[in-house]
């Protein structure tokens, strides 16, 4: 039996995602939170003619205990979405707060479960989720991922339009360092199988897939960002996380993951400096969580050395920042219950 959570589930990102779970065989009860509309979203999807039985549910009469008890996946796209103009750091102000609040719900009500993470920042939320975990004395670096899934499926489609590959699937890129512009590190020179990107359209790849949550931004012009691709890339991972845990063999998805506590993320952490204890790289997944995380960038070439400098930089900040946000709280916290 696998029950899994959609908490900010009535949003853009939220209602596909739900659904996608709602058709997923893996699934066999959903619970859809959010402070508003889940009911409604969870009454709808409930008339879908699959097993998973779906209920949702509001902050009021214990809503959050409820949706998260006995889970064993716990999928988070709460919070708000940037406007042209804003960069995901600018959401932390409003997100910080809302993904600490779900995480203690977390601590308490299904401790156990793998936790996906979609709030942006996520260079920044990660961070904090694993400070509210560690600081309930419930964490497990192997359970906690930062979904960077869509800089994936946007490094296949925008790599095989450069290509001329038709199906896009067909070309796997690993994708590492964070979530955010400069940040994200698209390693073409590791693709499977190997592409060949002309000299004069490699800056312009590169930073398409950086900046492709721009794209979605202007296009939807102030109506938000990546809603359905995320949902489809929210999906893909937590279906990899899945069947990983029932057991299917070589399962690799690049995540953000606190790399002191997952089986290989001290040579990683080695590979990158030795200064981040954060940063996305290939996960293979196994029956609980991340068995074993990779060092993606042993073989990276002069150019792509360059952009993952410029990522440690900028990651640094948004996890110190994560981290700091974390502490605080718990220590106000405290001086609150004296
Ligand atoms: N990791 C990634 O690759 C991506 C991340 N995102 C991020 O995902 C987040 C959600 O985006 P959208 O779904 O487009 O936004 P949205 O505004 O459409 O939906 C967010 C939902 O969260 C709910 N919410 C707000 N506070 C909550 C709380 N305390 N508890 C539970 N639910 C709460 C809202 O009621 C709303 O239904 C944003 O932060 C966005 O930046 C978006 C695209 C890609
Ligand atoms: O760009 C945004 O704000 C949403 C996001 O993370 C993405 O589309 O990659």
């Known amino acids: 039996m696998v029950k899994a959570a959609v908490l900010g589930a009535a949003g853009g990102i939220g209602q596909p995602l739900s659904l996608l779970l709602k058709i997923s065989p893996l699934v066999d009860e959903l619970s859809l939170y959010d402070v508003v509309n889940s009911p409604g979203v969870a009454a709808d999807l409930s008339h879908i003619a699959t097993p998973a039985e779906t209920k949702g549910f509001l902050a009021a009469d214990d809503g959050l205990e409820k949706a998260l008890t006995g889970c064993d996946i716990v999928v988070i796209p709460a919070g708000i979405p940037r406007k042209p103009g804003m960069t995901r750091q600018d959401l932390f102000t409003i997100n910080a707060g809302i993904v600490r609040t779900l995480i203690q719900g977390v601590a308490k009500f299904c401790p156990k479960a793998y936790v996906l993470i979609i709030s942006n920042p996520v260079n920044s939320t990660v961070p904090i989720a694993v400070e509210t975990l560690k600081e309930?004395?419930?964490?497990?670096?192997?359970?906690?991922?930062?979904?960077?899934?869509?800089?994936?499926?946007?490094?296949?489609?925008?790599?095989?339009a450069v290509t001329g590959e038709v199906d896009p699937r067909k070309i796997t890129i690993p994708v590492v360092g964070g979530h955010s512009g400069e940040t994200i590190v698209p390693l073409l020179s590791a693709a499977t199988p190997a592409v060949s990107i002309p000299e004069d359209k490699y800056a312009a790849l590169i930073k398409r897939i950086q900046f492709g949550g721009d794209e979605v931004v202007q296009a939807k012009a102030g109506a938000g960002s990546a809603t359905l691709s995320m949902a489809y890339a929210g999906f893909r991972f937590a279906e990899a996380v899945l069947k990983a845990h029932k057991g299917e063999k070589n399962i690799v998805e690049p995540a953000f993951v606190y790399l002191p506590g997952v089986p290989g993320g001290q040579e990683v952490q080695a590979a990158i400096g030795g200064q981040l204890e954060y940063f996305a790289v290939p996960i293979?997944?196994?029956?609980?969580?991340?068995?074993?995380?990779?060092?993606?960038?042993?073989?990276?070439?002069e150019a792509e050395k360059k952009l993952l400098e410029v990522a440690y930089t900028g990651l640094a900040d948004n996890i110190k920042n994560g981290i700091a946000f974390a502490q605080e709280k718990a220590v106000a916290e405290k001086e609150q219950a004296k």
């Open 284 to 301: 293979e997944l196994g029956t609980e969580g991340v068995a074993k995380a990779t060092n993606p960038i042993p073989n990276v070439t």
């Open 136 to 160: 309930a004395g419930v964490f497990d670096a192997k359970k906690v991922f930062g979904v960077t899934t869509l800089d994936v499926v946007r490094a296949s489609t925008f790599t095989a």
